[in-house]
């Protein structure tokens, strides 16, 4: 494996100097995007997408056609892992994912097995080689999971939920059975970003969508650890060259410090903190993801500019450790020009910044 073309997203992560702050999109390749939703009407559903090796290759580098991304993710979902344990994943419109066999019954929970990656999400595997073959070292690959913590939430609801209150009573009642459930989904996770490392995936990306629904002792114990057992067992460097790892807690604002202890090399931040203020909390300990507010993409060109150009203000007089995201996935509902004029604001001041500083 040699470094990409531009390896500028993976330099950042590294917290080694770049010539201006790379910038990728959480959902980049999605509902947004009228190419997508025509990949997507081919396929015939969401799920006959991602299991496509070709098509989830074909909607992954759709977003790369269109803008100036310094990194492609790879397209898939993160309740692929639940659904290869054998809990049923389907998709119903206007309610979103839900499960079968949800896990209600302590045989169930008592049952559950980590997947083997190579045999049950071979497509996925299958997808991550397809997609860096035909992104030919132009740009760094993204592998991805969901926490153990979050696939839970939809392992134990069945689906999303606005009160998580069958999780919720499971955790505070049976916290035996759900650190079962977060165990075994660790191990899963583990083992499936170690499948995508070893299919080509140059960085990895855990999303711990709902841990910010936890309170801060639970947190400590339900969330904080299992992220920290997945970041300390992943491959560190494949073919000569180091994979980094970045941890993106929604709503984890309160325990930066936390997080940046369990040795991932970067932090994904929402649009709830000031990214000044989170610098200042961790130090160079990691590097930083983030965290314009997607709804800022509603707006005029010139102001997305202007609200671009305020996050690489407040994050501060550097050149390192800084990849330029949302706070979260990018909208369905927002016109792709908008995308291009804050990709466009993100490369040009960050490169304005850096001759300031010098």
């Known amino acids: 494996m040699t470094r ?5 997203f993976l330099r950042a992560l590294l917290k080694e100097p770049t010539e201006y702050t790379p910038v990728w999109l959480m959902r980049q390749a999605g509902r947004y995007l009228p190419e997508y939703c025509e990949t997507r009407r081919r396929a015939g559903s969401f799920l006959q997408l991602c299991k496509s090796p070709a098509m989830a290759c074909e909607v992954t580098l759709q977003p790369l056609t269109r ?3 310094d990194a492609a993710i790879l397209f898939s979902d993160i309740l692929t892992v639940p659904d290869a344990m054998g809990l049923g994943l389907y998709f119903t419109d206007g309610e979103g994912p ?3 066999r949800p896990l209600r019954e302590e045989w169930a929970i008592r049952d559950l097995t980590a997947p083997d990656p190579w045999d049950h999400l071979r497509y996925v595997m299958d997808a ?3 997609i860096r073959r035909a992104l030919n070292n132009t740009v760094p690959l993204i592998g991805f999971s969901g926490s153990p913590y979050t696939l839970a939430c939809y392992m134990v609801e069945g689906g999303a939920s606005s009160d998580y209150r069958r999780i919720k009573g499971m955790l505070y ?3 035996d059975l759900l650190h079962r459930i977060l165990s075994v ?3 899963a996770v583990s083992a499936y970003l170690n499948a995508q490392i070893e ?3 140059q960085a990895v990306m855990i999303f711990d969508s709902w841990g910010g629904s936890l309170s801060a002792a639970a947190y400590q114990e339900f969330s904080l650890p299992y992220l920290r057992r997945i970041v300390g067992s992943l491959i560190r460097k494949r073919a000569g060259e180091y994979v980094p790892s970045i941890v993106f807690t929604k709503g984890g604002g309160l325990w930066l410090e936390s997080i940046a202890d369990i040795g991932c090399d970067a932090i994904g931040l929402d649009w709830m903190i000031d990214i000044g203020d989170a610098r200042r909390r961790v130090g160079q300990r990691v590097a930083l993801q983030g965290n314009l507010d997607p709804g800022v993409l509603f707006a005029s ?3 997305i500019a202007a609200e671009a150009r305020s996050v690489l203000d407040s994050y501060g007089p550097y050149n390192t450790g800084h990849v330029f995201n949302l706070g979260h996935g990018i909208s369905q509902f927002t016109p792709p020009e908008n995308v291009a004029a804050l990709v466009d604001a993100v490369h040009t001041h960050s490169r304005l910044l850096r001759i300031k500083n010098e």
């Open 128 to 130: 991550v080689a397809e």
């Open 67 to 69: 803008y100036n991304l």
């Open 173 to 175: 009642d049976r916290p």
């Open 4 to 8: 990409p073309c531009n390896d500028t």
């Open 199 to 201: 299919s080509g995936a």
């Open 98 to 100: 839900r499960f079968e």
């Open 185 to 187: 989904t660790a191990d």
């Open 301 to 303: 060109p010139d102001r």
